[in-house]
């Protein structure tokens, strides 16, 4: 039984059936990709994970637990962070402020009404934030607006922030869209090293094919809705369905 | 220094050593002097500079933090005004009952409205606002105005007569007006310096140190993990969301609390002077705290203080300046050049100085987003620059001399 588990789900939006009749377990401590061509469904799954759409049939469970009908900030606080496609991050605020919004919500749950108290006075969670953004190489730009960041940057930082709450599975959504080469390398250096040092389930959507091989320990096929196949990343390589449903015949994988 | 850092602190003190010399600040002119008409240190006018600052710096909480712009904050002006002739009618004239009460009820009333408002963000957030604000504008002028129930008196205004109960009332040993512990809120002290006259006025005094407790409370609560929140709310609210925090209940309580805000300011404006009408909670009273904040500088600290200020100058001051005003100032001129100068000014001042407000607000807005507080900044960083310049130069020119 994995940390992840969905079953039969089904999601359909007007005349279009975005997803049907989708089983995906992934294992607990692994990194699981699902792969798939475009609008094979993968965002929609993903959504249906976190909160943001609830699938017509079928149930989604984490350790256990339904996640169905929980609001986004429930899902996060059981301990699923998810890594949008652009980053999403607080751009009106600092680097320093960004990371300390999710050691709050850890500290004092969905809510707190604090008025009284001093931000600076919070040690506990001021330190915590230092050391994460230590620990990401952002330190030295720790008081600059985080919208004035790189994409890299701000995608570490995004990073860094969904990690401070120490998930038990994190959801990535592309994570290197749009990155140079030797940005996506960065990030696949980070996220070996985030996998190595923590106790922490990964599930990754990504198109390219390079971070999926580098990554993943389990690999899902996504085709029209559909799960297709699921296999190991050497297994996934060679599979003539996987060839024809979403690699094509001219490409040549890894 | 209580709980703030050196920056707010000093601002504080600025602050409370400014409202505190109002008086002496506001009254620049001689009082027989033609300028004498634009001495702002009478009390009517102080009195309305610090509640309307008070209302302007609760505004400031929802909209300046969070950027939920609401069009309705005027209703909960006039549920504070009513709550606290409604203490006076029944208690009696002493005002603490009175502005206690105004706080409590706006805040209900506030969490009431806030909870069916908030469902919605953005444009409609402000519509819904605004159409609550307008139903209560109905419900306190004529609805809740009837012979069986009377909690208004519709067009008339609420105020106090003489057959009301005022339990606590003694009029043998207490004024017949509004008052703190027998001391009445008209109560004007006129001090007169050479040709100056200046007014130290109750009601003032107790209405600027209010409104000097509500801009520390801003302070803290700008400086604090909450007030932090409620900026991630205004940035990103799906992040937020995503990071495992509640929204909702942050909007809720930065709407209750800036509701508050505009329930003391109304009580206020009825402890200095003891009738509230209906036309206090129209749009157009929404609508100018709006103004305030944006024209002083939406999520600055002091901004919403100055913009509050210069609307209520321009509304009591320049709406004062008639024809024969300016035929005054420009008779000097020869008549054909005087009556063009007239003509040329009248539409915007007097009745038309709503105009002259307009200019300096798509200008503000224009050429200044960050309102009066970014001009101020600009003008420091101009100074201070020009400060290092000097500084330096006569360094580099020593060796050669």
Partial sequence: MGILEVKNVGKRFGGLQALSDVNLSVAENTVHAIIGPNGAGKSTLLNCLIGKLIPDTGSVSFDGQSVLGRKPFEICQMGISRVFQTPEIFGDLTVMENMMIPGFAKRDGAFELNPMQRLLAQKDVIAHAEHALEDMGLADKRHMNAASMSRGDKRRLEIAMCLSQDPRLLLLDEPTAGMARADTNNTIDLLKRIKDERDITIAIIEHDMHVVFSLAERITVLAQGTPLVEDTPDNIKGHPKVREAYLGETQEVA | ?401
């Fill in chain 2, 1 to 401: 220094m209580l709980g703030l850092n050196a920056k707010d602190m000093s601002l504080l003190i600025v602050v409370a050593i400014l409202t505190m010399c109002a008086p002496l600040i506001l009254n620049p002119f001689p009082a027989d002097s033609a300028m004498a008409q634009f001495n702002a240190g009478y009390p009517d006018l102080m009195q309305k500079f610090v509640i309307f600052g008070i209302f302007a710096i609760g505004f400031n909480i929802l909209f300046g933090l969070t950027g939920y712009l609401s069009f309705g904050h005027a209703a909960f002006l006039g549920v504070g005004s009513y709550s606290c002739v409604w203490m006076f009618k029944l208690l009696g004239y002493n005002v603490l009952p009175g502005i206690a009460l105004s706080v409590v009820t706006s805040g209900l009333f506030a969490l009431l409205i806030g909870l069916i408002t908030l469902r919605r963000s953005g444009i409609y957030f402000s519509i819904l606002t605004l159409a609550f604000a307008q139903m209560s504008f109905a419900l306190a002028y004529s609805v809740l105005s009837n012979p069986k129930f009377n909690l208004t008196n519709g067009e008339t205004g609420l105020q106090v007569y003489a057959n009301d109960p005022q339990w606590f009332h003694n009029s043998e040993r207490l004024p017949d007006l509004p008052h703190i512990f027998g001391l009445s809120m008209r109560a004007t002290q006129k001090v007169s310096v050479g040709g100056w006259e200046f007014q130290f006025n109750t009601g003032y005094y107790l209405c600027a140190f209010i409104m000097l407790i509500c801009f520390y409370l801003a302070i803290r609560i700008f400086r604090s993990p909450f007030g932090m929140m409620l900026r991630a709310v205004k940035s990103n609210q799906q992040r937020m969301n995503y990071t495992g925090l509640n929204s909702r209940p942050y909007t809720l309580a930065a709407f209750v609390i800036s509701g508050m805000y505009a329930g003391l300011a109304g009580g206020l404006l009825s402890a200095v002077d003891p009738l509230a009408g209906a036309e206090r909670m129209q749009w157009t009273a929404s609508g100018e705290v709006v103004l305030m904040t944006i024209l002083g500088g939406a999520g600055t600290l002091i901004g919403p203080v100055l913009g509050a200020g210069l609307i209520k100058y321009f509304e009591n001051i320049f709406s004062k300046i008639n024809d024969n005003v300016l035929h005054g100032w420009f008779s000097f001129l020869p008549d054909g050049m005087e009556d063009l100068m007239v003509t040329l000014i009248h539409p915007f001042v007097g009745k038309g100085w709503h105009l002259t407000l307009g200019i300096i607000f798509m200008l503000v807005v224009t050429f200044l987003p960050g309102g009066l507080v970014e001009g101020g900044q600009r003008i420091g960083r101009m100074l201070s620059r020009k400060k290092s310049k000097e500084a330096d130069s006569p360094a580099s020119t020593e060796p050669a001399e």
